[in-house]
């Protein structure tokens, strides 16, 4: 098999900066080590997010000019309903400004006290929006997608039985929804299979409930499904998008991700009634029904991005370029969540530094590491970000998994960035045992780890 090549030619590009090991030195101290801290200019590889840190195509930034900037009926805000209806097959399409923006209305007006979301794994901004509603967001992740070092096809499932055990015991009334975020970004970008959806859509259908989509890595999603699971090789990615969504009832969506922009998102519904209750909390707190907090070119890059998203070479050189650097850093003894997910590499950090504990962050270790010998910025998912104190006695709890993710942006980086990267991570991976832990000098009250600043110890 030959080189599976990047699917096209780069028209535009935009310098990065070097700088030397002693300017990283003293830009990380400024940072207080916290890789959010640091001015992206003094960034060489940005793996923080794959969000919003797609390059657009020629077709996208042609869009912006195309852009109907009118403020009802906008001609974008209907290309953009037809093609988010042909992918999701649901009725209402809200557009938002991001994902959370959806998941913000959905949850103000199904959420509250009382309330219980089960989802596969709950990222944050749902979390947050769930439980700033006054619900409780509930993850029941299948067993195999908790272990790291455990290759499976579909780590991304939701434990189908846990899920009718908590709905009895819960009691349907209690839960608005069911949810299944694709792919599970918290739980290492792992896919979800068409029969995990189709066995959670069945127990709703049981219980009466309806079932949402958090859809931002459809596509990636889809593309798992074609090259793992029996009698999918031979669909098309747009069939299996629709087969995916077929089995929901709606849909939030960030277009930072799976619609290739910089900004962008949507709410999709069948319900009319819940539609019409998002529409009318859309125009207090987003804008007008047809561009819901996005202004008209905008609508255009997103239409345009969902198609692009589903081509099959470019989703084959997405998923094989995320799974080249994860067998880089495999074949070197790095130890990663496996197989290498969809948008990122997470490098398991507590097999790692196994001699750094978690409540000294050795995932926080690894992230300045990189950037103080590569100038990689990479971001801690663990003890700083999920971390918690014992209410009784003000002991740290730390969360399973003490995770690094490598986000890698969309059609950004070439097959040398990439290179460079496994590069410096063999050559920290190497010089671990000299590694050393962190702790914090200052800490925000809630979600912490976007302004914490720490001290080496
Ligand atoms: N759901 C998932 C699965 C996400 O990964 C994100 C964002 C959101 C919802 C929220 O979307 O940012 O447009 O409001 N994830 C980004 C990340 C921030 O870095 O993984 P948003």
Request: aromatic content about 10%; overall charge negative.
């Amino acid at each position: 098999m030959k080189t599976i090549i990047e699917p096209f030619r780069i028209k535009s590009v935009e310098p990065i900066r070097f700088t030397t090991r002693e300017e990283r030195e003293k830009i990380l101290t400024d940072a207080g080590f916290n890789s959010f801290l640091i001015h992206a200019d003094d960034v060489l590889i940005d793996l923080l997010t794959d969000s919003g840190t797609s390059a657009m195509s020629a077709k996208q930034w042609a869009g912006i000019m195309e852009g109907d900037e009118s403020y009802a009926g906008s001609r974008s805000f209907y290309r953009f309903e037809s093609i988010v209806k042909s992918i999701t097959g649901h009725e209402f399409i809200i557009p938002t400004h991001q994902g959370r923006a959806a998941e913000k209305i959905l949850f103000s007006i199904v959420g509250g006290e009382g309330k219980f979301i089960p989802n596969n794994t709950h990222f944050d901004t749902t979390r947050a929006n769930v439980e700033f509603s006054g619900a409780e967001a509930v993850d029941l992740l299948c067993d195999v997608g908790k272990k790291p070092e455990v290759r499976a096809d579909f780590k991304g499932n939701m434990n189908v039985d846990k899920l009718e055990d908590f709905i009895k015991k819960t009691r349907r009334e209690n839960i608005p929804l069911v949810m299944m975020t694709i792919t599970n970004n918290s739980g290492g970008g792992q896919p979800v299979s068409m029969q995990n959806i189709k066995d959670v859509k069945s127990v709703c259908d049981k219980y009466e409930l309806p079932f949402f989509m958090d859809a931002c890595r459809f596509a990636e999603n889809a593309y798992f499904i074609k090259l793992r699971e029996p009698g999918y090789s031979e669909k098309s990615i747009p069939e299996i998008c629709r087969e995916m969504f077929s089995y929901t009832d709606g849909a939030t969506m960030s277009a930072k991700k799976d619609a290739l922009v910089n900004i962008g998102g949507f709410l999709s519904i069948n319900n009319d009634d819940l539609a019409t209750k998002c529409r009318n909390l859309l125009i207090v707190t987003e804008g007008f029904p047809t561009y819901g907090g996005l202004a008209g070119r905008d609508l255009e890059a997103v239409a345009q991005g969902l198609e692009e998203v589903m081509d099959e070479h470019y989703l084959e050189y997405r998923i094989r370029s995320t799974a080249y650097l994860g067998e880089k850093m495999l074949v070197n003894g790095i130890p990663i969540i496996e197989p290498p997910g969809g948008h990122a590499i997470y490098i398991d950090a507590k097999r790692f530094l196994p001699h750094i504990p978690q409540n000294l962050f050795p995932g926080q270790s690894i992230v300045c590491e990189l950037y103080l010998q590569g100038g990689i910025r990479a971001v801690e998912i663990g003890s700083v970000m999920f971390g918690k104190y014992d209410k009784k006695t003000g002991e740290p709890i730390s969360p399973d998994m003490e995770l690094v993710r490598l986000a890698i942006p969309r059609r950004v980086y070439t097959q040398s960035h990439i290179d460079y990267v496994a590069e410096v991570l063999i050559d920290v991976y190497k010089n671990r045992n000299n590694l050393r832990g962190y702790k914090f000098t200052y800490e925000a009250p809630m979600l912490r780890h976007f302004t914490a600043r720490f001290e080496q110890l």
